[in-house]
C-alpha cells in the first residue's frame, strides 16, 4: 500500500508522544472549575488545531467564558504534567524511525504544539528531535493550523519530497484533514479519537499502533 512512499512526516502529540490523555484530564478539570458544559465533541474539534484558533473556536461556542483565563488553566495543568513527568512515547516509534532511517527515508515532525515545548518533552525521553528528525515544524513556523495543509506542505518541502509522494502520520481528525487537503497520503494511529465513517469512506489507513504500520 506504500510502496511509492519516499517521506514521512509524524504528528507529536498522540503520535509520537502518549500525551493526549494530560490534555484530556485537563479539559475536564477545566470545564468543572469553569462550569463550560463542554463534552467529548469539543475536545475532539480542538485536537490538533494551534491555540489561536482553539481559542477562536471556544469563543463562538461560549462567548460568555473567560476563553483565555479556561485555556490558561488547562496549558498550565499540561505544563505541570510533563514537567514532573514528561509523556512516554508511544508503542513502536523509535522501531518504526529505525526501520524508514534504515531504508534511506527521510523523516519529518510536524505538530501544532510551538517549538519550546516539544524540544522539553523530547529532552525529558532523553531524545534529541534533531537526530530523529530530518526537518521540524511547528505552530512557530506556521500561519494557518490544521486542517489547513500548511504545516504539512513546508515539512515536505523542507525534506524535498512531494506530497503525493509523503505519507503523513496522525491520530487526529484535523490533521487527518489537512494531509488529504495537501495531497498526502494521511495514516490513522487512533488514540483518542476513533477516525470518522467519511475517512473510512475514502479509504484512510487506519492503525491502532505504530507497531502495525509497515512500509516496505
Known amino acids: 500500500m506504500f510502496e511509492k512512499t519516499k517521506a514521512v512526516i509524524f504528528d507529536m502529540d498522540g503520535v509520537v508522544f502518549d500525551s493526549e490523555k494530560n490534555w484530556q484530564k485537563a479539559d475536564v478539570a477545566a470545564d468543572i472549575k469553569f462550569n463550560t458544559g463542554f463534552d467529548e465533541t469539543v475536545r475532539f474539534n480542538c485536537c490538533g488545531r494551534d491555540e489561536k484558533s482553539v481559542r477562536a473556536y471556544l469563543k463562538t461556542l461560549s462567548p460568555s467564558l473567560d476563553v483565555d483565563a479556561y485555556r490558561e488553566y488547562i496549558i498550565g495543568y499540561v505544563k505541570s504534567e510533563e ?19 534504515a531504508r534511506g527515508i527521510p523523516i519529518a515532525l510536524a505538530t501544532s504544539s510551538r517549538r519550546e515545548r516539544a524540544q522539553k518533552l523530547f529532552e525529558k525521553s532523553e531524545l534529541n528531535i534533531a537526530d530523529i528528525f530530518s526537518a521540524e515544524v511547528y505552530a512557530d513556523d506556521v500561519k494557518v493550523a490544521k486542517p489547513n495543509p500548511e504545516i504539512f506542505l513546508i515539512a515536505a518541502q523542507r525534506l524535498g519530497a512531494a506530497p503525493q509522494d509523503t505519507l503523513v502520520i496522525e491520530d487526529s481528525p484535523n490533521g487527518i484533514a489537512a494531509a488529504y487537503a495537501g495531497g498526502f497520503t494521511p495514516v490513522m494511529v487512533i488514540d483518542l479519537i476513533p477516525p470518522s465513517p467519511e475517512f473510512i469512506e475514502k479509504g484512510l489507513a487506519v492503525y491502532n499502533s505504530l507497531t502495525e504500520v509497515v512500509i516496505p
Open 83 to 101: 514537567a514532573a513527568y514528561g509523556a512516554p512515547l508511544k508503542p513502536g516509534f523509535i522501531e518504526l524511525v529505525k526501520k524508514l532511517k
